[in-house]
């Protein structure tokens, strides 16, 4: 079974440039989540979507957004990209039933603005 | 607000030792996973807990779950060069669905 999968692995942008990230779920996962994470930080929550639906935003500004497509993959725009986005981006994917919060990562997708 | 704290940030010890991480909070947790990452990769999932009181047994990796499950920790007996990674502590509390991420600590392990 195929895990989470993103691409591309790279991305190099300039400043001011929008970019887009994108996620496969394990299959049969409804929910994905973006997280950050900039050198020598940890994780930060970004987006959360559940069945096609936003459910829960981290707090970052507003040029942060994606969406979830009915095959519930998933893509992650950066707009008016600043050199601070530099950071690998993790897409993880769960299967929300109960209270089950386990979610598994893709290889993630490295930023680098310049 | 971190809502986890992990303990200590950065380990370097010997091929053969024990050791153990500490993943603390204020908030309670309904379930926390422990990950482990390599540089420039995303995070494995290692084990889930969820009882208060729980302990699971990875090999030589040993979770445990705090009674009040507002604290975890992980103990590796005998470490080895292929543990070396960064540590991640991982829970959801309160009606959050997405996980919340401790710092990490940082694993060196020297053959």
């Known amino acids: 079974e195929a895990g989470v999968t993103q691409s591309p692995t790279h991305l190099i942008k300039t400043r001011g440039q929008q970019a887009t990230l994108r996620c496969s779920p394990i299959s049969g996962h409804t929910s994905v989540y973006w997280y950050q994470q900039a050198l020598g930080l940890g994780l930060q929550f970004l987006l ?26 998933s893509e992650l725009n950066v707009n008016a990209l600043e050199l601070e986005d530099s950071a690998l981006y993790l897409c993880a994917s769960s299967l929300v039933a109960g209270g089950n919060t386990e979610a598994f990562f893709g290889q993630g997708t490295r930023l680098t603005v310049v | 607000t971190q809502l986890l704290e992990q303990s200590p940030q950065f380990l370097s010890i010997q091929e053969g030792e024990n050791l153990t991480v500490y993943c603390n909070s204020s908030s309670v947790f309904s379930s926390l996973q422990w990950y482990r990452q390599e540089p420039g990769e995303g995070p494995v999932l290692l084990v889930t807990v969820v009882t ?54 940082q694993l060196t392990v020297l053959p």
């Open chain 1, 48 to 73: 959360w979507y559940d069945e096609g639906e936003e459910r829960n935003r981290g707090n970052f500004p507003p040029r942060f957004s994606g969406r979830q497509f009915p095959n519930y993959s």
């Open chain 2, 52 to 105: 208060g009181g729980e302990v699971k047994k990875l090999k030589r990796l040993t979770f445990q779950f705090g009674d009040a499950r507002k604290d975890s920790s992980l103990h590796i007996t005998a470490a080895q060069p292929g543990d070396t990674g960064l540590y991640l502590c991982a829970g959801a509390a309160g009606s959050a669905r997405q996980l919340t991420f401790g710092s990490g600590t």
